[in-house]
């Protein structure tokens, strides 16, 4: 377990598919990086289907789903944990609206996407989802 604890916030942000493929993970992380959050731990991962089925286990039922699993495993993702005060609100205002048509000007996927899939960017939604996540991605700092 963590030994320092009262370390920040932690939050597990996935670069998908698309931020790679379209060249975008300096800009993403330094986004992340100029607003004063700390990468913590970061990983280029195949991700195969067996890890997206954990990674998106509460959604794998949806209909949604299989095209979803299609994408994550379409290429190398770039894994990070990131740490800072509030990190976990914080990088869910950053990244905007899943849907990245509806997703505002000066977000991620408001700036980058126009998909309600391939929309660049994960980061857990609460400090339950963190817990799971880090567990699952980064044993190590869990
Ligand atoms: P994420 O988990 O990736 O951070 O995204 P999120 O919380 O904003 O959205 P969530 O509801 O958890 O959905 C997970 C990912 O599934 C894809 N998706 N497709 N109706 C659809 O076709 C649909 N809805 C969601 C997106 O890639 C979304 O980020
Ligand atoms: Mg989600």
Redesign the pocket.
């Known amino acids: 377990s963590d030994p320092v604890a009262a370390a920040p916030q932690r939050s597990f942000v996935l670069l998908k598919p698309d931020a790679v493929r379209r060249g975008l993970v300096g800009a993403i992380l330094s986004r992340f990086e100029s607003r004063g959050l700390k990468i913590v731990a970061m990983d280029l991962r195949y991700v195969d289907g067996d890890l997206a089925d954990q990674h998106?286990a509460e959604?794998v039922e949806r209909d949604?789903y299989p095209?979803?699993r299609t994408?994550v495993t379409s290429g190398p993702s770039v894994a990070v944990l990131l740490e800072g005060d509030q990190v976990i609100e914080v990088v869910r205002t950053m990244?905007g609206a899943?849907d990245a048509r509806k997703a505002a000007p000066g977000t991620i996927r408001g700036d980058w996407a126009l998909s309600?899939?391939?929309?660049l960017?994960?980061?857990s939604?609460s400090a339950e989802s963190a817990a799971r996540e880090i567990a699952l991605w980064f044993p190590d700092f869990a």
Request: glycine content about 6%; cysteine-free; overall charge negative.
């Open positions: 998106y959604h949604f095209p979803l994408f990244n899943t309600n899939r391939e929309n960017v994960h980061g939604d």
